[in-house]
């Protein structure tokens, strides 16, 4: 156990995903409902990890604030967006980190982008409407070296699932159902 992350498991799985590659398959869901306004609760559904149904069963609420028309009661979808980034692109870090048998003594990780909202309110169909760039910043604190902290950058570049999603180009499949 190293950065309270346990090695051993981590191995076992590993290995366990190279014997049998659909045990390395997670599916994931969410189900949003309005509420009002701005306003939604997202449900997470169960995740399939390999043959193994896990039980998520957690919830939480967007809002905008008051300047986009919300009432400021919680994060916006960006922020979702953002904390959900950095907390993939820790999870890497850490467990690469532990890995590579480098005690964390502190970790934080800030991302910063900037939207123009022209295209969102459709003033110009040619804006673009998602970030343009993102920037984000590791701050560590351990017995690991620059060169392996470093290291550790890439492998997030590499191995984070929700940095390769925001990075690459998502095909997006969509369906309507008329209630």
């Not at 890995?99 to 800030?110: D, F, K, T, V, Y």
């Not at 022209?118 to 003033?123: C, E, H, R």
């Not at 620059?146 to 690459?168: D, F, G, I, W």
């Amino acid at each position: 156990m190293l950065n309270n992350i346990n090695i051993a498991g981590l191995s076992e799985f590993a290995n366990e995903v190279k014997t049998s590659p659909k045990e390395g398959k997670a599916k994931y869901g969410i189900e949003l409902n309005w509420v009002s306004g701005t306003k939604s609760v997202v449900k997470t559904k169960n995740m399939q990890l390999g043959d193994h149904k896990l039980v998520r069963n957690f919830e939480f609420t967007i809002d905008e604030p008051a300047q986009l028309l919300g009432i400021n009661s919680f994060p916006n979808p960006q922020e979702y967006l953002l904390g959900g980034l950095a907390g993939c692109m820790a999870v890497t870090f850490i467990a690469g980190a532990s890995l590579m048998e480098i005690a964390l003594e502190s970790l934080s990780l800030e991302i910063d982008g900037e939207l123009d909202l022209k295209g969102f309110l459709g003033i110009d169909e040619t804006d673009h409407v998602g970030f343009p760039e993102l920037k984000y910043t590791f701050n560590v604190k351990g017995n690991g070296s620059k060169e392996q902290y470093e290291t550790l950058m890439k492998r997030v570049m590499r191995h984070s699932p929700n940095y390769a999603t925001v990075a690459s180009e998502v095909k997006m499949v969509g369906t309507l159902n008329e209630l």
